[in-house]
């Protein structure tokens, strides 16, 4: 426990709580230990460790049954990176319901980096679209979604209309996502993202660089996506790509 931290003890217990369960030290089903053996273990008070438990019930991470103790309940969902397309259509595919909720929609001038993600020129004109991604309701992740204006005019007033990318993309501009590059790395949640997300500060995210391409090798957008670890694994599957499944959450 770092007590100069500015992080109130209990949401400190809380997410070493989240992170055992993320990183499968504790699996769904498996009983956590006792009040008493947590408070030994974090080297808080029972008060502390309560609180740390009430918060993970009520985000349903964990269960009370009274007489037996108090059990893993969570299980993250799993995506198989296996072909070209849209969080949308995994999240219904898994059965789930998508939102987006718009942030942010600007026109901007393209940046050294983002010209070079979308193969454009320096400066070019560029729609910059900001939504928080939704799976039944509950925040998962923070899209930052960038098109060439040049190549797609208009598409601004589609997206935050809340219609999907990829399907904009077919119907008002004739192009077909072809594959995707996606660059996966590590980030913790800053304050920002932490209350976007419902999540704590520190909390660990994926950080998903994401390139789609058309059928003509055209660059057809540029996407950094910050996920919540906690409610998302990927799945990679190498050889055999058209034995690949989608594994449900149970």
Not at 12 to 25: R, S
Not at 56 to 79: C, M, P
Not at 186 to 192: C, I, K, P, Y
Request: with cysteine; net charge neutral; charged share 25%.
């Amino acid at each position: 426990m770092d007590i100069n931290s500015t992080k109130p003890l209990y949401q400190q217990v809380e997410a070493m709580i989240k992170q055992d369960i993320v990183t499968k030290k504790y699996m769904s089903g498996d009983k956590l230990p006792t009040e008493s053996e947590l408070c030994e273990i974090y080297g808080v008070s029972k008060i502390t460790v309560r609180k740390a438990l009430s918060n993970l019930v009520e985000k349903k991470w964990i269960t009370r049954i009274q007489g037996k103790g108090t059990f893993v309940s969570y299980e993250n969902e799993k995506y198989t990176l296996k072909e070209a397309r849209g969080f949308d259509k995994s999240l219904s595919e898994n059965g789930h319901i998508s939102e987006h909720k718009i942030i942010s929609a600007t026109y901007e001038k393209a940046n050294k980096k983002i010209a070079k993600k979308l193969n454009v020129s320096l400066g070019a004109p560029l729609t910059h679209v900001v939504r928080v991604i939704l799976a039944d309701g509950v925040p998962i992740g923070l899209d930052n979604t960038y098109i060439s204006d040049e190549l797609f005019p208009g598409i601004m007033s589609d997206l935050t209309a809340g219609k999907s990318l990829y399907t904009i993309l077919a119907d008002k501009y004739n192009e077909t996502l072809d594959y995707s590059i996606l660059e996966i790395n590590g980030s913790v949640a800053n304050r920002e993202t932490a209350d976007l997300l419902n999540c704590l500060m520190g909390d660990p995210m994926f950080y998903v660089e994401k390139i789609g391409y058309g059928l003509d090798e055209k660059v057809l957008h540029y996407s950094v996506t910050t996920i919540r670890c906690d409610k998302v694994t990927y799945v990679i599957r190498t050889g055999d790509t058209s034995q690949v499944t989608q594994e449900n959450k149970k």
